[in-house]
């Protein structure tokens, strides 16, 4: 493919929203212009697909390639590009179905304005070449993504975008200042002048540049502490918005994280060790939350906090392994966790659209997402519910699917470092493994508690009960979704296989990769169909043979109610129970009295919640200070405007001395 | 004291004498019913599940006698159990009143096969007095198949047992 062609497609790709936003606008009240215009962001996601394809493809995949003025594909920013093309494919075409039901709610052209928006700014912000470039497409994504948040006006969503909105701007203001001090305030410095102009500034403030560069990308990928407004405006947005605020978002940010690592000269092992520590408290606090959830979605949201704190550490850990030097082994390592992180970006991309898209559709045809409303879709959908095991499966990192590969990697990788590495390192290895073994047992519960109850058993409300057929398309980008972290697992052998890994070598010259840690993805796959065709066979064998009559659950007179089952909040109990003082949960027995003064007759409920521990250790102080301050500068505030003149005349006094 | 202990001196015994606690027509109604099963179960014993479709509890207070001390059903290789899961017999006492009927279709449907039902007492058998009630649909044999009827309002501990054997036989024949 020549040059210019890959370069028109992404250019058409970056045009295409926009012009589906202007034809939403256009064709305002017209029948049909909601379908029109997600085949247009459809359309620009495959077009994109293919020009990134087309990038790789022509050779030059390792060389940057300028889009437009002052916009770049570099290698980094095309695999995460292809990423957003893809997500705002499967997102759309989901949409064309997806938000029939919804008009009422939504202004649906004012929604796809936005949307086209949103998609515009991630696109952007990966390609933009220089400081300006990236927080104005960085500031229009977040802004975007505010509206997507609100977009049913309700009080949840309002609180949950305001939370938001306060959250991204102080990363913005964490970002902004970040990449001033290493540009030395040249707003319009590029990316490699910024990193040439880096050597130049002393290390106290290099460190302070990545500690607000790691501060402004956690806050929008959702890293602990400054992850409280994730899972509560994600699971606001429309479904397939969400699907794109999960599946795609959190990676630019992720994105911006890995390039901005290049803009340091050096990085000394204590930011490799922050990021560890903040990556390994974010899976777990993230796994943890999704484990007691009950909003489905927000259960998804806090899973993505699992998977970005995940994929963190294991940027920490390439980090911590290029700081030894001279150890050929470390570096390996390092190009054996980078294979994790990349494998695992894709998988969480893949499995999280889908999973949104699918809980979506389940929310749309039930008008709940409260798990213990929901219940016994299995018989209704059973293509569907078939889909969504695959995709859970893909989201509890089990075999057959590319997740698995990928934390196989990290696994793999750390017992390497542990059998080859100094004392010191190895301990911390063994010790990454213990956090790692809870968070993907967590996720396994949480996965289980998803399907399980979704699908499994009967209705646990009236309104859950679903009678009617799904609507085909609905299913069709869940399903593209299974295919692509079935594709990723498939190809994770090429991955693996050490000739490919010289080819890599060739192509990216730093990465190198241990042998030992390389695994037979046909092994695993051939694994996997043994154990199922033995505990088919291993079932026949010791089932009775003799005809078995099947009729009704005995229920002693009393007619079985889907009450009687598990729940979300009863199934969760044995994890709230332990983890009660992380979760700060509380239960609480109300007793509202009947009859005045005779306490026994009463009516009494249980009210159980969940809080967060940062809420109370981190935020709640800080907003207490925050208004402890704003009182005493409020004694300022007089209203006489003799006062603002002397206070303008002061300031005015204060610059000069300084300028002089 | 003199008083008290002449007055025991005097008055001596007069409580009945202990009667005796083998009612011979019933043991050996019970004797063959153990032998029947013990022939046609190969030494195990049967479970009965009771259901009342709307008797007087005439039939329940001779089928309660059943397992009491003087019975003592349960020598012979029965016992009363409180699912139909669990049963092999079930019995059905009083005629088949609308409110019951379903419930008892339910619980002969929950009973594994092969199962044996048998009714007990003239209601069960016949509707007896309640015959043709608006609130009757009939006997047990109008609702459910039945195997064996035990008649009698309300048959006697002896006649149950002696119901019960014949049920068992026929039922395996």
């Given at each position: 493919m020549p040059t210019s062609l890959y370069l028109y497609l992404i250019e058409a790709a970056f045009v295409l929203p926009l012009v589906g936003a202007i034809l939403a606008l256009v064709l305002y009240r017209v029948h049909g212009a909601n379908t029109a215009t997600q085949f247009l962001f459809a359309a620009s996601g495959v077009v994109g697909t293919i020009g990134i394809a087309g990038y790789f493809v022509s050779g030059q995949g390792n060389v940057a390639i300028q889009v437009i003025s002052g916009f770049t594909v570099t290698p980094l920013a095309a695999f995460f590009l292809a990423l957003v093309y893809l997500g705002t494919f499967l997102t759309s075409i989901y949409a064309i179905q997806g938000l029939r039901h919804y008009k009422k709610i939504y202004s649906i052209p004012w929604l796809n304005v936005t949307s086209a928006l949103f998609i515009l700014g991630m696109q952007a912000t990966i390609m933009s070449g220089s400081v300006v470039a990236f927080l104005i497409a960085w500031e229009v994504m977040s802004i975007a993504a505010y509206f997507l948040v609100i977009a049913d006006r309700t009080d949840d969503s309002l609180r949950a975008g305001f939370l938001y909105f306060l959250m991204t701007h102080i990363g913005f203001v964490c970002l902004a200042s970040g990449f001033l001090l290493l540009a030395q305030g040249n707003v319009f410095a590029t990316w490699s002048d910024v990193a040439l102009g880096a050597f130049l500034i002393s290390p106290q403030m290099l460190s302070v540049a990545f500690l607000l560069l790691l501060a402004g990308f956690g806050s929008?990928?959702?890293?602990?502490?400054?992850?409280?407004?994730?899972?509560?405006?994600?699971?606001?947005?429309?479904?397939?918005?969400?699907?794109?605020?999960?599946?795609?978002?959190?990676?630019?940010?992720?994105?911006?994280?890995?390039?901005?690592?290049?803009?340091?000269?050096?990085?000394?092992?204590?930011?490799?060790?922050?990021v560890i520590v903040v990556g390994l408290g974010s899976g777990f606090f993230g796994a943890l939350h999704a484990a007691v959830e009950r909003d489905a979605k927000r259960l998804l949201a806090w899973s993505?906090?699992?998977?970005?704190?995940?994929?963190?550490?294991?940027?920490?850990?390439?980090?911590v392994l290029r700081t030894l030097p001279d150890s050929p082994v470390a570096w390996s390592l390092a190009g054996t966790m980078s294979i994790f992180v990349v494998l695992h970006t894709v998988n969480h991309f893949f499995f999280k659209t889908g999973l949104f898209l699918a809980v979506g559709a389940v929310a749309s045809a039930t008008h709940t997402r409260d798990l213990d409303l929901l219940g016994g879709l299995a018989r209704a959908w059973p293509l569907f519910s078939g889909v969504f095991l695959t995709l859970a499966l893909a989201a509890a990192a089990l075999p057959p699917l590319g997740t698995f590969f990928g934390e196989w990697m990290y696994l793999q990788s750390l017992a390497v470092a542990m059998s080859v590495l100094p004392t010191s390192f190895a301990v911390a290895s063994a010790l990454i493994m213990v956090v790692l073994a809870l968070i993907g047992g967590l996720a396994i519960f949480t996965f289980v508690k998803l399907f399980a109850l979704v699908f499994l058993g009967r209705a646990r409300s009236d309104h859950a009960e679903v009678t009617t057929r799904m609507f085909g398309t609905l299913?069709?980008?869940?399903?593209?979704?299974?295919?692509?972290?079935?594709?990723?697992?498939?190809?994770?052998?090429?991955?693996?296989?050490?000739?490919?890994?010289?080819?890599a070598i060739g192509r990216v010259a730093s990465l190198s990769v241990m042998p030992g840690a390389s695994i037979n993805v046909w092994f695993v796959f051939a694994l996997f169909a043994l154990v199922i065709i033995g505990v088919y066979l291993i079932r026949r064998a010791f089932t009775n043979v003799a005809p078995v009559r099947i009729t009704d659950t005995w229920d002693c007179g009393t007619p079985l109610t889907p009450r009687m089952q598990y729940t979300a909040t009863g199934f969760a109990a044995p994890i709230r129970f332990f983890f009660r003082s992380v979760l700060v949960s509380r239960k609480d027995l109300i007793k509202e009295p009947i009859a005045a003064g005779n306490p026994w007759i009463a009516r009494r409920r249980l009210d159980s919640t969940i809080g967060s521990l940062w809420e109370h250790t981190l935020y709640m102080p800080i907003a207490y200070w925050v208004m402890r301050a704003s009182t005493w500068t409020?004694?300022?505030q007089s209203g006489?405007?003799?006062?603002?003149?002397?206070?303008?005349?002061?300031?005015?006094?204060?610059?000069?001395i300084i300028a002089l | 004291m003199l008083s008290l202990l002449s007055k025991i001196i005097k008055t001596g015994r007069i409580t009945e004498p202990a009667p005796s606690l083998?009612?011979?027509?019933?043991?050996?109604?019970?004797?063959?019913?153990?032998?029947?099963?013990?022939?046609?179960?190969?030494?195990?014993?049967l479970r009965i599940r009771h259901i009342d479709a709307g008797s007087n509890n005439g039939e329940e207070y001779e089928m309660t006698a059943l397992g009491n001390a003087y019975y003592d059903v349960e020598r012979f290789g029965l016992s009363f159990v409180a699912s139909p899961r669990h049963a092999d017999i079930l019995t059905v006492s009083g005629p088949v009143t609308r409110n019951m009927e379903h419930a008892l279709k339910v619980a002969y449907e929950m009973t594994p096969e092969p199962r044996i039902v048998v009714a007990v007492g003239d209601g069960a058998c016949t509707g007896g007095i309640w015959k043709g009630s608006y609130a009757v649909v009939g006997s047990v044999a109008d609702v459910i198949p039945v195997d064996w009827q035990i008649p009698g309002d309300p048959p006697a501990p002896a006649d149950i047992i002696r119901g019960l054997l014949k049920a068992i036989e026929q039922a395996r024949a």
């Open positions: 929008k990928a959702g890293l602990v502490p400054l992850h409280q407004w994730l899972p509560y405006a994600h699971p606001q947005a429309p479904s397939h918005s969400s699907a794109l605020l999960s599946g795609t978002m959190l990676k630019v940010a992720l994105f911006g994280f890995i390039q901005s690592l290049f803009l340091f000269p050096f990085i000394p092992m204590w930011w490799a060790l922050v993505s906090v699992e998977n970005m704190g995940l994929i963190f550490s294991g940027v920490g850990i390439v980090l299913l069709w980008s869940p399903l593209l979704c299974v295919v692509g972290s079935l594709l990723v697992a498939v190809s994770a052998g090429s991955v693996f296989s050490d000739v490919a890994m010289q080819d409020k004694r300022l006489v405007i003799q006062l603002y003149l002397l206070f303008v005349v002061c300031a005015l006094a204060v610059v000069m | 083998e009612d011979a027509a019933f043991v050996e109604a019970g004797r063959n019913l153990k032998a029947t099963i013990g022939r046609l179960y190969g030494g195990r014993s």
